[in-house]
């Protein structure tokens, strides 16, 4: 764009919706005009601009919001309008909210997310009647929450993992009984639907061809079906690295790590569940941020500790999980080095779990597995965003969704910047301020 050009409303949101796939990088000293009627209009100048899309950062940025939509980002000082609120990111790194790609919701989890920089969850299997309810609440203003996103019950097989008494879970006995199924929830409106563990191919594929159809996403925690098998169904995105053989060959990583690349499907590791499981043993009370978990949820992860601590103290059963667990870390190294896609998902509220920290602590062990900070920033962010659809989202661009991250140091060099979190903005409002 040329220098000292002005810039109107409606144009920087259509050159941003164009591109969405990074910033809109303004140059010199640009008057912004932005429009009148009563939309809010915030300025957060002068910080370390990281966009979310695995770019290096731009120094000395400012972001320019009105109303839920950021409008531009100068590179430099802009001249500030007249009424707008002003945020001072001088020293700070400015950042998209982070997306927790797997999350079991609850009510008590709400301003813990918000508190951690988490702007948008996406829910993989809970209550229908429950989740859409919260969901529809954040959508119109009358609960204080991060963006939702809900699948609805988990798609089950015969019999159901969890049993047939908890209705964030249907049994499903044949191909027709899950399209059947499928289309009642996609019906009912919810952003995508989590084919689970013993669901057959069959019967995955009904499920799979009829979200296809109505351009809704897809889910796998797979065990009857594999990861490839789920792959050329068209699943969005794989959970744990479920139905891939993480204790195998070198060899056999390696073909699994090819199959997150140019074809559409993303890895949700969720490395924190199985660090958490192989030290279970260890943790405890001292584990950090507990004191902000309900008293009730800490002692019932106490409990589960104890359960699981005894029925894997053997040998054998202790050395499996803890291969499995460095074959995940290393199919996750595998498939950033190939190019291919990631996105970050805690699965809280599993033991020790914390809703909103866990996703910082799942950025940290990406990057301890070898992933470039910028690219575990992706995973969290734009990535996550294309998985959901929803390209408007996990970027700091002009025309996406106004919602940020402000923190102390420089996430891009040391990934535990993440933790010193000072502003989060949700749709152009600040919504936590440490």
Do not use: C
């Not at 962010?381 to 025309?399: F, I, K």
């Amino acid at each position: 764009m040329a220098r000292d050009r002005e810039l109107s409303r409606r144009e920087a949101l259509r050159l941003g919706v164009a591109a969405l796939g990074g910033s809109i990088l303004l140059g010199g000293h640009v008057p912004i005009v932005l429009a009148q009627g009563g939309a809010r209009h915030l300025i957060v100048r002068g910080g370390r601009v990281i966009d979310g899309s695995g770019q290096p950062p731009t120094e000395n940025a400012t972001v320019v919001i009105e109303g839920d939509r950021i409008v531009a980002v100068q590179a430099g000082a802009v001249e500030v309008p007249p009424g707008a609120r002003v945020i001072d990111a001088s020293g700070l790194t400015v950042m998209p909210g982070l997306i927790d790609m797997h999350v079991h919701a609850s009510d008590w989890m709400w301003p813990l997310f918000l508190r951690f920089g988490v702007t948008s969850i996406r829910d993989l299997g809970s209550e229908p009647d429950y989740i859409l309810k919260v969901r529809d609440d954040e959508r119109q203003g009358r609960l204080k929450a991060p963006r939702i996103f809900a699948a609805g019950p988990l798609l089950d097989g015969t019999p159901a993992y969890w049993g047939n008494s908890w209705g964030g879970s249907l049994s499903l006995g044949s191909a027709d009984e899950a399209r059947a199924a499928a289309e009642r929830l996609l019906d009912r409106g919810v952003d995508l639907l989590k084919l689970y563990q013993r669901l057959p191919l069959d019967a995955a594929r009904a499920a799979v061809e009829a979200a296809t159809a109505r351009g809704v996403p897809v889910a796998g925690h797979l065990s009857a079906v594999s990861a490839q098998q789920a792959a050329e169904l068209g699943v969005r995105t794989i959970e744990h690295a479920s139905g891939i053989d993480l204790v195998g060959s070198s060899e056999t990583l390696q073909a699994a790590a090819r199959l997150f690349g140019g074809g559409g499907t993303s890895l949700d590791a969720t490395l924190l569940v199985f660090e958490n499981l192989a030290n279970l043993p260890r943790l405890g009370l001292t584990y950090p941020n507990l004191n902000l978990v309900p008293s009730s949820v800490v002692q019932a992860w106490l409990n589960s500790r104890s359960e699981v601590v005894a029925r894997n103290t053997t040998d054998e059963r202790l050395g499996f999980g803890q291969r499995a667990a460095k074959g995940r870390s290393s199919l996750v190294k595998m498939i950033d080095d190939l190019g291919g896609r990631l996105v970050v998902g805690s699965d809280t509220p599993m033991p020790f779990v914390v809703p909103g920290f866990s996703v910082h602590q799942e950025m940290e062990l990406m990057a301890g597995a070898g992933v470039p900070p910028l690219s575990v920033i992706r995973a969290a962010t734009s990535a996550a965003a294309d998985a959901l659809g929803r390209p408007e989202l996990g970027r700091v661009g002009a025309g996406a969704v106004a919602d940020l991250v402000l923190v102390s140091g420089d996430p891009a060099s040391d990934i535990t910047a993440m933790r010193r979190i000072r502003k989060v903005v949700k749709g152009g409002a600040v919504v936590h301020e440490a």
